[in-house]
């Protein structure tokens, strides 16, 4: 591809004909020549969240789901994406029809779709590069937040490094069935299936939590960091009470990653008066979840390993980088 905006007509074939989904929410999508869409008129608040990076590790669709996730975690309604693409000069135009195909096909499991798609070209770039704009709308939005309350449960739903399992049983496969059994490998390169969250989300609040916090890159270790900042508060974990499943656990040590600080998509961190009931209640729905830990009166983010105590006061990178 040469350098820049595409030219028309390969937009038109590569772009415009491989978006398929259509809502009412969304009037009119952005056009060559015209790099505008217009939504159909909402009476709430607009919600934006981006999400994105190369997808050297992160497959597109990936950022689609962390976009949406946090949205709804706001109990907002989708209303489209918007989406900027940058491809290196080596890839070609069949490359970028099924990254816009797989994109389409993404915002429409969510129950969304595309309203604008922007492709360049850049030959100094050596790593396809995405950025997605989810918007939303929220009704009765509350400017003053949710107030936790010292013992609040905290809950986590599903397993850590759900996402994290699944990209690097993708990047690793045949290192990885060297080693174990194809089945088991493959079971782990599936748990993309869980990075739609938007029916766990849904049933945590049905359950009667008054927070979900969707958890992405930095694993459960950076989540709850992020988790105590947003929310101003402080809590205490028992790490062994985190659940992961094997697969993660097998993967991870074959590979010398760290699951605790593995991009954990498909997992919510969630807050309620009582977390048993909550672990139940989703249960019931075919969503396993833990009680986890608790909420403290102090600002300290403790972490308890069989006595021994961990304070998370540092940003840790995402483990899926220091994979060789």
């Known amino acids: 591809m040469r350098d820049g905006k595409l030219p028309e007509n ?28 217009f939504f159909a008129e909402i009476k709430g608040n607009i919600i934006s969240v981006f999400a994105g990076g190369t997808t050297e590790f992160v497959p597109v669709e990936n950022y689609f ?71 939303g709308e929220v009704i009765n939005y509350n400017k003053s937040g949710v107030l936790l309350e010292e013992e609040d449960s905290l809950i986590l739903s599903r397993h850590i490094g759900l996402e994290g399992t699944s990209i690097l049983g993708t990047l690793k496969e045949k290192e990885l069935k060297d080693y174990y059994p194809s089945y088991f490998v493959e079971e782990g390169m599936g748990f993309n299936r869980y990075l739609n969250v938007s029916k766990d989300i849904e049933e945590a609040f049905n359950a009667g ?38 697969e993660t656990v097998e993967i991870t040590d074959r590979l010398d990653v760290n699951p605790y600080e593995l991009r954990s998509g498909g997992c919510l961190i969630l807050s309620a008066k009582d977390g048993e009931e909550v672990v139940e ?44």
């Open 10 to 37: 390969e937009y038109c074939r590569s772009v415009v004909r491989q978006i398929k989904n259509k809502t009412d929410n969304i009037l009119k999508g952005a056009s060559y020549g015209e790099d505008c869409a």
């Open 65 to 135: 789901y962390e976009a949406a996730a946090k949205i709804l975690s706001k109990k907002g309604r989708l209303i489209g994406f918007n989406v900027f693409l940058i491809l290196p000069g080596d890839r070609d135009e069949s490359f970028l029809k099924e990254i816009v195909k797989k994109a389409d096909e993404t915002a429409g499991k969510l129950n969304s779709a595309i309203a604008s798609f922007k492709v360049t070209s850049d030959k100094n770039l050596g790593v396809v590069t995405v950025f997605v704009d989810a918007l």
């Open 209 to 246: 939590c008054n927070v979900v916090y969707p958890l992405g890159e930095g694993g459960i270790l950076g989540g709850l960091r992020e988790f105590g900042i947003a929310f101003d508060t402080g809590f205490e974990i028992n790490l062994r009470s985190i659940p992961v499943r094997q």
């Open 281 to 324: 209640t989703l249960g019931e729905k075919n969503i396993p979840a833990a009680v986890i830990g608790h909420i403290t009166k102090d600002k300290k983010r403790i972490l308890l390993n069989e006595g021994v105590v961990r304070y998370l006061d540092r940003a840790a990178v995402d483990s899926l980088y220091t994979i060789k």
